[in-house]
């Protein structure tokens, strides 16, 4: 028979950690929550002044000061702002205490310091309205912002076009909410974060529709739409953007834009995943996204660009750095050369994906590309154009296709349109692709030229993409 003996030390020892752990959850259950303090929204005028009421202004300012503002009590830490019941719905609240040049909310745009939120009452029941006289909200440095169900519309930047809705310069959470009709663009941050879900960014004008400069300003957008703007959807200057089911839609001046400075060195990513890109237009490169600068990385995973427009090149895509492409569809873009993407240095990673029914006007319905790139199950075919290279260019570059097929591309200056190659630019061929004709060098192993390939018409079979 065994005996277990539990010598007096351990046991003290014991004892000690249960006493320790008992003494821990007191000191826990005994701290005092943060600081915080509800401030209710009573009238919507905008109006400092004793008069029995609390307008939205007062209590920022009481927010931003953790003292009473005339009739709104006292805010304290972390403070959240909302609107009273009694107010009518839908409701407006126009901004007309005008001033600038200070940070304080007393004039102008409301300036939120600290922790503050406004809870509105839903974006299409309350809007809060520039006057057209200033932006409606700028977040000030280490502050942090969250916004829910408002409506932010016809605020002004004036000349420095930094943001005709909110210019944050901390971090700004915006959720359930509608940015629209701002002058100056619609949101903007130097270095600051812009953290939106379920909120769309429509009709802004002077600017994009989101900007960012400098390293550290951060972007991540989810479940909304970025359209209609009229300068730009997005433009990152050395920023970080990522973009997750969502819409970038019929804007003007292109539909996204990364870019790092030249010389820096700054890595500026930009990650497009599970988005539609389409009817984007610019008169320049990169009607649906343009990529440039030594430091600029572009990823689009399982999204769309359709019917996006370039006047000069890249009518989906131009990109100058590094490209990577996985699970996407590129579908009836136009531009003057490379309808599809226009990959002019750099690299390009294209996997699993489809470029079809693209038309340029000068060369490459499809894909130009003048310096190296790998396609890996890519399917590129009934693209047009009425120059050179119906289907791929390449220009001077090297390039690597592996398993994919190139077929029924039109080109105005040769019976086979599937591919051209100028000045030195070569196709290898890993092996397992088709070509429809015989002009992109596909001659290893598993190859197959002059064959038909027995495509249907591009259409939606219930995948993330076309």
Request: proline share 3%; with cysteine.
């Amino acid at each position: 028979m065994k005996h277990r003996f539990i010598t007096a030390s351990v046991l003290a020892a014991s004892t000690l950690a249960v006493l320790f752990v008992i003494g821990a959850v007191r000191l826990a259950a005994a701290r005092p929550a943060a600081p915080s303090a509800t401030l209710t929204v009573t009238t919507s005028v905008d109006l400092i002044a004793d008069d029995g009421l609390c307008s939205l202004r007062e209590a920022v300012v009481a927010a931003n000061t953790d003292t009473a503002f005339h009739d709104c009590p006292a805010g304290s830490g972390a403070d959240t702002i909302v609107f009273d019941a009694a107010l009518p719905q839908p409701l407006t609240i126009v901004l007309t205490t005008t001033g600038a040049n200070e940070d304080a909310a007393l004039t102008g745009d409301l300036d939120l310091i600290g922790r503050v939120t406004i809870s509105g009452t839903g974006r299409s029941t309350l809007a809060i309205d520039g006057h057209n006289a200033d932006r409606v909200f700028e977040v000030r440095p280490a502050s942090t912002v969250t916004l829910t169900g408002v409506t932010i519309q016809h605020g002004s930047s004036g000349p420095l076009l930094d943001g005709g809705g909110a210019k944050v310069l901390g971090t700004l959470n915006l959720h359930h909410s509608l940015i629209t009709h701002n002058a100056g663009g619609g949101l903007y941050t130097d270095g600051g974060a812009l953290l939106l879900s379920y909120a769309d960014v429509i009709s802004n004008t002077g600017a994009p529709g989101i900007r960012l400069i400098n390293p550290g300003a951060t972007l991540v957008f989810a479940d909304g739409a970025i359209g209609d703007n009229a300068v730009g959807g997005v433009t990152s200057y050395q920023g970080s953007v990522t973009l997750t089911r969502c819409t970038v839609e019929n804007n003007r001046g292109g539909g996204l834009y990364n870019a790092s400075a030249q010389g820096i060195g700054v890595n500026t990513p930009m990650v497009v995943g599970s988005c539609v890109v389409r009817n984007n237009s610019t008169t320049g490169s990169g009607g649906g996204a343009h990529n440039t600068g030594p430091g600029a990385r572009l990823s689009i995973n399982n999204s769309s660009f359709l019917s996006n427009t370039a006047g000069v090149g890249g009518g989906a895509v131009y990109n100058e750095n590094i490209l990577i492409i996985q699970g996407s569809t590129f579908a009836y873009n136009h531009a003057g050369g490379g309808a599809a993407i226009r990959h002019i240095f750099g690299t390009l990673d294209l996997k699993n994906s489809t470029v079809s029914d693209n038309v340029a006007e000068d060369n490459a319905g499809g894909l130009y590309a003048s310096d190296s790139a790998t396609l890996l199950n890519v399917t590129i075919a009934g693209n047009t154009v009425d120059g050179d290279g119906g289907g791929v260019t390449v220009d001077t570059a090297f390039i690597t296709i592996k398993n994919s097929i190139v077929a029924d591309n039109q080109s105005g200056t040769a019976a086979d349109g599937n591919c051209f190659l100028a000045n030195g630019g070569s196709i290898t061929s890993l092996g397992y692709n088709l070509d429809g004709g015989d002009s992109c060098n596909f001659h290893a192993t598993g190859d197959l030229t002059t064959t038909a390939p027995v495509l249907g018409a591009l259409a939606d079979n219930g995948g993330p993409t076309w």
